[in-house]
């Protein structure tokens, strides 16, 4: 008889009082990740439960706690909210409660082909902004990769991206918010090795001091991988990788994707981000989102040109219990009432009858 895996004892409960668990979306070596639902509002939200069997270990409870911590203090509209934090009524399990987005991770955008340069560039300035925030509060990533970018599906726009995963992040205690509440700061041993192997920065693999340049190495890797559909270093081992990232220069774009046809501007900004030396690579990620709007303003410049002039149509908020109505409101481009032109005709009828009497 096959084994039968048991079902997961919290989809379909309400935990806390307010979490209506639908589904486990996601795992990882230290918990999982469900989609539920806030009650009484009915948003959903991403929980992140952290599993009973690290309870007791200090190092993983405080890397969680810290994560939270992190999130409570990133603002910026490009990084995944925190909406709650706490112990799950029952378990004691730890959870923390973020936005939910819907549209998947850019890994799996990636996987169904590379992206068109523009579109490319247009993620990673959306990652670098987030970067950009977290930098300046003195955090720093430590593991960003392709699954760790989220997509939104917000109407109307191209890609929006999320930065999701702060449980490995780097703290640099001299740069912090002194009102904020004190965090974590020693959550690994010194030169321990923490990342993913395909986008480790050298400094990282070997367990060298890491700064925001450190994050803007692998965001060289995303960029690299979005633009060619594969990554510039392989090897069948993680010792091996390693190894790359340290020895190994990356193919030129033009020599990975010759069919690309890559701009030279591209091509030069991403192979800087891959510098093996942190020095070599774009100071800040403010630098490289100012070079990036240079890239975009002439491959892809804004259009000038004025919209039609039409009517608006917006989607109506719901109220609690109210019936269904999907019938849009619209509303029409402001001009002169119907008062107006009625004035206007009986004026003019009045001139001709005035002329004609004459």
Not at 227 to 255: A, N, V
Not at 301 to 326: I, N
Not at 336 to 352: D, E, M, R
Request: hydrophobic residues 45%; proline residues 8%; charged residues 25%.
């Amino acid at each position: 008889m096959d084994d039968v895996l048991p079902a997961d004892p919290l989809i379909g409960k309400v935990v806390n009082g307010r979490y209506e668990v639908l589904a486990r979306i996601g795992e990882g070596g230290m918990g999982w990740v469900y989609k539920a639902r806030q009650e009484p509002i009915g948003r959903m939200v991403a929980l992140k439960v952290l599993l009973g069997e690290f309870a007791d270990d200090e190092s993983i409870v405080k890397r969680f706690l810290n994560e939270a911590r992190i999130i409570s203090q990133l603002k910026h509209p490009n990084t995944v909210s925190l909406i709650d934090f706490g112990h799950l009524d029952g378990s004691g399990q730890l959870f923390i409660a973020m936005e939910f987005l819907g549209g998947g991770q850019l890994r799996d955008l990636i996987e169904r082909g590379r992206l068109e340069p523009v579109s490319a560039l247009r993620v990673a300035r959306q990652v670098c902004q987030s970067l950009a925030e977290a930098h300046a509060k003195g955090i720093y990533h430590r593991d960003l990769k392709p699954e760790n970018v989220l997509l939104d599906d917000v109407k109307g726009e191209q890609i929006v991206v999320r930065v999701v995963d702060f449980g490995i992040a780097k703290l640099n205690p001299a740069m912090l918010d002194p009102d904020a509440a004190p965090l974590a700061i020693q959550l690994t041993t010194p030169g321990a090795r923490l990342g993913t192997p395909a986008y480790i920065p050298p400094e990282q693999a070997f367990g060298k001091a890491v700064d925001g340049r450190t994050d803007l190495y692998a965001l060289g890797v995303i960029l690299y991988e979005m633009l060619t559909g594969h990554l510039p270093f392989k090897s069948d081992s993680d010792q091996g990788l390693y190894l790359e990232h340290l020895h190994t220069p990356p193919r030129p774009i033009r020599e990975a994707a010759p069919d690309l046809d890559a701009d030279a501007e591209i091509e030069a900004l991403t192979l800087q981000l891959l510098e093996k030396k942190p020095e070599d690579r774009p100071a800040d990620a403010d630098t490289v989102i100012r070079r990036i709007d240079q890239i975009l303003a002439r491959l892809a410049p804004p259009s000038s040109a004025p919209g039609p002039v039409g009517p608006v149509t917006l989607e109506r908020a719901r109220l609690v219990d109210e019936p269904a109505d999907d019938t849009p409101i619209v509303m029409q481009q402001s001009g002169p009432p119907a008062w107006f032109w009625a004035v206007v005709a009986a004026g003019i009828l009045g001139i001709v009858a005035y002329a004609l009497l004459r």
